[in-house]
């Protein structure tokens, strides 16, 4: 089985393997379902199908990171991929990532198990023959980490996937405003402030008093320049955390990981840009159904190998194949869980 990754000579670093993609990939052209699930709190989640409609063909479930959607280039390539080997996806947009604003004050975050759990629950309704699986990425990957951890037995997964984890939100917080990794950081803020001030210009279009209150009750964006800022600010009061402190502390997935009993592949680069070495969970802190590969190099969802001609993206070899072989058998899967596994380049 494929564990070994060669990154591409002319990408070194983990700066071009992260960002390479996102400027110069050619995004796959999917025609896919668009899906609204309404919540129980009157917000939605937009969800994109790809795939075979077949009540029985394995279905996979993929989360995006911090700003993306479900446009995102590795959720459209994962996408077209599982969809060559014969398995439905269905991607999410976290609230408000779907291009439309969300309907409450409220939005996403790191830690937001509670909308992966509604909509785990809605695709089992939907395809109850289904063997369920879940791919998360970055923000994505964290949420299922933790929601796996929250679960345990009772996921209702077959397996997951979990890609550039930010396991430690408060060192990720602070790695990200170090040295050309502060580019990142001003992106994501432009990004984040832009979230907020459009559902601001969107409630006041809508005459919604009351919600356009909770959001500039928040005071200025302006001056956000830091993780920290935001999530103390905007991100801990809009979701019930006390501050940046409690909000990373109950929202880290690094703090779930041993009650986890899915069995799920981490896959992770010690050179990711957002990700301290020691942010990493040590073999010891997993649980024996978690598989760490720890690469020596790739970046922040980057994994990009091949040649400049034709380059290639191992994550998205890597996870269809390692999903297939944990739906071969329950003997087989009973198996990995017993045994806990650290690999890497």
């Known amino acids: 089985m494929l564990t070994t990754f060669y990154p591409a000579w002319w990408l070194p670093g983990p700066h071009l393997q992260t960002l390479w993609a996102s400027f110069f990939r050619k995004t796959p052209q999917l025609e896919r379902r668009r899906e609204r699930l309404w919540l129980a709190d009157g917000d939605f989640i937009d969800l994109d199908w790809y795939g075979p409609h077949e009540a029985e063909a394995p279905l996979v479930l993929v989360a995006h990171g911090l700003t993306g959607s479900s446009d995102s280039h590795y959720v459209l390539g994962l996408q077209q991929q599982l969809a060559a080997q014969g398995w439905a996806s269905v991607a ?15 939005g996403y975050h790191s830690g937001v198990s509670e909308d992966l759990a509604a909509v785990i629950a809605h695709l089992q309704a939907c395809r109850p023959q289904a063997p369920l699986y879940a791919v998360g990425y970055s923000l994505g990957g964290n949420v299922l980490l933790k929601y796996l951890g929250e679960t345990g037995e009772h996921s209702g997964l077959e397996a997951a996937v979990a890609v550039s984890v930010p396991f430690r939100l408060d060192h990720c917080a602070d790695r990200i405003g170090i040295g050309f990794s502060r580019v990142y950081q001003a992106h994501f803020m432009q990004e984040l402030k832009a979230y907020v001030a459009d559902k601001r210009a969107r409630f006041a279009e809508r005459g919604l008093a009351q919600h356009l209150a909770t959001l500039e009750g928040l005071g200025p964006l302006d001056d956000m320049r830091t993780f920290w ?117």
């Not at 999410?92 to 409220?106: D, I, V």
């Not at 040649?307 to 087989?332: C, D, N, T, V």
């Not at 198996?335 to 380049?345: A, E, I």
Request: positive net charge; hydrophobic residues 30%; contains cysteine.
């Open 229 to 345: 800022d935001f999530d103390g600010r905007v991100t801990a009061p809009l979701h019930g955390f006390h501050d940046a402190d409690d909000y990373y502390r109950r929202a880290s997935s690094r703090y779930y990981l041993g009650a986890i009993r899915t069995p799920t592949l981490l896959i992770q680069a010690a050179d990711d840009p957002f990700v301290f070495r020691h942010s990493v969970p040590a073999p010891g802190e997993l649980a024996p159904c978690t598989t760490l590969e720890l690469h020596k190099q790739g970046g922040h969802v980057g994994f990009i190998d091949g040649s400049l001609r034709q380059p290639g993206f191992y994550l998205e070899r890597r996870i269809p194949q390692w999903l297939a072989s944990q739906s071969s058998s329950p003997m087989k899967r009973d198996q990995s869980c017993g045994k806990r596994t650290f690999s890497g380049s």
């Open 92 to 106: 999410l947009n976290w609230r408000g990532c779907s291009g439309e604003s969300n309907l409450l004050p409220r």
